[in-house]
């Protein structure tokens, strides 16, 4: 089964740190750029970061630059998204995608093309 597999999410305090890993299962990571998405309750799903296929070039939303690094570990075959200083608006679910390029680190939905089912961030206050 093609999958990509979410881990790491869970609750913490606001100003807090959580490092999120994506694996996959079935379909290869490496030489794959690989995004970042994340959907809180009651809003659409938006871009957070990507990386490219060597790890060398990433791309931020602004709302997490400075405070969320993205990095490619396991010969490129696990993505983690290190997150600090959580903010009130960071909860969601957060969901890992594999691109359809090698490179293309654009936020369009259409440009990746395995999802993982997500995995959820609770910020507390």
């Known amino acids: 089964q093609m999958q990509l597999l979410e881990s790491g999410g869970g609750l913490v305090q606001a100003g807090g740190s959580l490092t999120l890993s994506c694996t996959a299962s079935?379909?290869?990571?490496?030489?794959?750029?690989v995004g970042w998405f994340r959907q809180g309750a009651g809003k659409g799903r938006e871009f957070v970061a990507a990386?490219?296929?060597?790890?060398?070039?990433?791309n931020y939303a602004d709302s997490v630059k400075g405070r969320f690094i993205i990095s490619r570990g396991n010969a490129g075959n696990t993505v983690y998204l290190q997150m600090y200083i959580l903010k009130p608006e960071d909860p969601a679910v957060y969901y890992c995608?594999?691109?359809?390029?090698?490179?293309?680190?654009?936020?369009?939905?259409?440009?990746?093309?395995?999802w993982g089912q997500g995995t959820q961030v609770t910020v507390s206050s």
């Open positions: 995608a594999r691109g359809k390029s090698n490179s293309d680190l654009s936020a369009a939905d259409d440009n990746f093309d395995y």
């Open positions: 079935g379909i290869l990571l490496g030489g794959y750029a």
């Open positions: 990386i490219n296929w060597n790890g060398r070039n990433t």
